[in-house]
């Protein structure tokens, strides 16, 4: 999950990934951001063989991008 609201931005995001790892699928759900991050969230779907999560999410902060590992939990 991550804390990018805009659609411009997430189409920023997933060209970069895209480019650094073209040999995975990348994907934005854009979430309700009422609530502060991480319950506001927006969701980036990786589909791929092989994924270094670790790097994508090190590639993402760099950018200024909060992200993390979806877990399951409710958010009131």
Not at 32 to 61: A, M, V, W
């Amino acid at each position: 999950m991550t804390n990018v609201k805009s659609e411009i931005l997430s189409t920023e995001i997933l060209q970069f990934l895209e480019n650094g790892y073209p040999q995975l699928k990348f994907n934005f759900n854009l979430e309700d951001f009422n609530k502060p991050y991480p319950c506001g969230h927006s969701i980036l779907r990786i589909e791929g063989k092989t994924i270094d999560t670790y790097s994508i999410i090190q590639q993402l902060k760099s950018k200024g991008i909060e992200c993390e590992l979806l877990a399951d939990k409710i958010c009131r």
